[in-house]
């Protein structure tokens, strides 16, 4: 894996910021919406570091403000998964079209998941699966949760399916969760680059907002790491917040990371929950990629896998299937909370997020059948996983391009700041926009509020022939930028430490 010693670009962008909205461009498939700058129909002080969708700009005579919020989201952050799919590529029908290499989706095991699920034990309907269910989830799939979680998160005590929530997807989960949590108005923190669709999560519902805990690339000794989030950066962003005017709830973390594909330490993540306590933060841990870890030296560990949680009635943990079974279209999401109030809360939004009893039934049957999971889909999509990695891994090499991977998720997030002529995000989304026409779909490092313009999340689960064509017009795209690039400072090459994991 290799990794960068290089000092921070300039000031970043903050989200309140006025400027045009010709600045967005994402890969709208796993929800990245680009919420960065952009030019309000209302001034508003402008607070850095935390991001403002408040700001808009929407003439829609027939909506209200928040409809013409939520319609600029639509607008204003698609650009590039509005133009891949006018343009999709297909093996026969379309040949020439975009290959998308931005969408967080696993696209290597239809083959596993489309025998299981046509097995005749997931046929199977009786009333009480028409009917209305608890609002919660019907009982029998919140206790093959319970168990599933127990399972694979290893927790040391078994988790009660009193205390878990399903819903339709984790998308749905953050939107009830702020709005349970927050006033409006008030923040999450969040670590910096992050999985930039949670600022239209969070906000669309509850008016919530996220306050940059911004990380850089910059390595300043043997025990540190690139964008490595610690205590110190999780103070001065709370400190900052405050100082703004803004009220901080609680702290949000993905682990694995998105788009870094890195993994935090249960020191780390100790250190994290105590600092939450502390000033009574919640906080949501996202584990959607928890089963996704494909290297062995990774020591990844479930939050709910530790001893004592320092506040567990301010501990809240989400999984899906989105992501480590594949099935992004199915729309399945999990809360996992010992508050019960919150929980509460949570069900009650279920009547508008909820799972239809057919679905509910076929993800029990899926989560129980420990023996398929184990023996046959969880080694195989590993295995594939960690094929298509490598793959990728070699062809980045192989141009001198540096990346980081952490052993998790189905990314790379991939260094291309010697490729930017300078070192701003509008050469950063020009860059994005070549690779667009040259008809491969990337997602560029502003939708993610990376702070240091260049840096690219690159997906690797997918079929080989789309994964060979979609580096083939990658290397097109960097061999014609290197001729006019300037080279940043050296590199440095670090390999994962189980010292850290």
Known sequence: MSTLAQTESGTPTTCAGPASTQDLG????????????RKPDQKLPELHGVGDPVMFSSNSSYLSSRGR????FWDSAEEGYRTYHMDEYDEDKNPSGIINLGTSENKLCFDLLSRRLTQPDMQWVEPSLLQYPDWRGHLFLREEVAKFLSFYCKSPAPLKPENVVVLNGCASLFSALATVLCEAGEAFLIPTPYYGAITQHVHLYGNVRLAYVYLD??????????FQLT??????????ATSKGVKVKGLILINPQNPLGDVYAPGELQEYLVFAKRYWLHVVVDEVYMLSVFEKAVGYRSVLSLERLPDPQRTHVMWGASKDFGMSGLRFGTLYTENPDVATAVASLCRYHGLSGLVQYQMAQLLRDRDWI??????ENLARLKAAHTYVSEELRALGVPFLSGGAGFFIWVDLRKYLPEATFEEELLLWRRFL???VLLSFGKAFECKEP?????VFSDKAHRLRLGMQRVRQVLEEKAQVAEDPPPCQTQEPSDQRR
Do not use: H
């Open 374 to 379: 184990n023996q046959v889909y969880l080694p």
């Open 217 to 226: 690339s910059k390595v300043t000794g043997t025990d540190t790491r690139p």
């Open 26 to 37: 994402s890969s709208y498939g796993d929800c990245l919406q680009g919420e960065c700058s």
């Open 437 to 439: 026409d040259k008809k």
């Open 69 to 72: 919020m939520i319609k600029w």
């Open 231 to 240: 205590v110190e950066k999780l103070e001065m962003a709370l400190q900052e």
């Open 454 to 458: 260049g840096w690219f999340r690159l």
